[in-house]
């Protein structure tokens, strides 16, 4: 059972194995994944090399008004302010028109530096593990297969301690309310669990994106920090508006993660923009 656990999420060579497919999607989503699939391609036409879906749609565990569509869309060059504009439109005609979702969100990107040598184990893992291809040629077949191990965990969490400085200011920028709150505490939530994760990664030996079973993992290694990264885990799915829950996120969690994190892997590869 234990070497079970450990394997959950690779594949029988020990590779992180592609964890959704358009089969997974559950029913009730169907019509908005096919929406989706016919605007990309009205919207963005020949300027897009592929698209993808992610997260808990092909995945197949959204819910029903609750969860939101993630989408990527390639582009043969680099993403303009009027392909962002484009894609926040599109956006928000999904979530207006489709009840079944609680938002939705487009990342752009350019094919070459999806598939560029600094973004191999980011965004590059990003698109052949956790990315469903819905439409065009599909990237993965242009990239490395993926092992749980500490290059990876540095290249996809290792800059924490970039973002803390950023979130502050959104913490302190955000209106003085619950509903304003709620938002900044799914997403920081959400960081920090994969982050404790991706921490503790190679030594569980596994892969998941399930925030429950990614607390859980993290809470074997860093008994002290349990009760901490599971509450996160649950406020990842069921945020409140709590102003304490954010000044203990870039107060007391996030700084001892970026610390451990140092120490155990290191730090990501700097981006051109962050020089």
Not at 25 to 50: E, I, K, N, T
Not at 159 to 176: N, Y
Request: charged fraction near 30%; hydrophobic fraction near 40%; include cysteine.
């Amino acid at each position: 059972m234990a070497e079970t656990a450990r394997r959950r999420g690779l594949d029988a060579q020990g590779y992180i194995a592609r964890e959704g497919s358009l089969a997974r999607v559950p029913d009730a989503f169907r019509p908005v994944v096919a929406a989706a699939r016919d605007r990309l391609q009205a919207v963005f036409g020949a300027r897009m090399h592929s698209a993808y879906l992610y997260g808990s749609i092909p995945r197949g565990t959204a819910r029903v008004g609750r969860s939101d569509l993630d989408l990527l869309v390639a582009l043969h060059e680099e993403p303009t302010e009027t392909d962002r504009a484009d894609a926040r439109v599109l956006d928000e005609a999904l979530d207006t028109e489709f009840a079944q979702i609680d938002g939705a969100g487009t990342l752009l990107d350019s094919r070459g530096r999806l598939l560029s040598d600094l973004e191999t184990y980011d965004l590059g893992w990003f698109v052949a593990c956790l990315c469903t291809p819905l439409l065009g040629e599909d990237l993965a077949e242009h990239l490395p297969r993926y092992r749980p191990d500490t290059l990876l965990a540095r290249e996809t969490n290792g800059d924490l301690g970039l973002l803390l400085p950023r979130w502050r200011e959104r913490i302190a920028g955000a209106d003085d309310s619950a509903d304003a709150r709620r938002p900044l505490v799914r997403f920081m939530s959400r960081r920090l669990v994969r982050t404790g994760f991706t921490l503790v990664m190679p030594r569980w030996r596994g892969w998941t994106s399930d925030l429950g079973e990614m607390a859980e993992a993290f809470a074997a290694y860093y008994p002290a920090r349990a009760e901490q990264m599971r509450v996160a885990a649950a406020l990842g799915y069921e945020p409140t508006g709590d102003a304490g829950v954010l000044r203990s996120y870039v107060e007391d969690l996030g700084p001892w993660l970026v610390d451990e994190y140092a120490r155990v892997h290191g730090v990501k590869a700097p981006r051109p923009q962050e020089a």
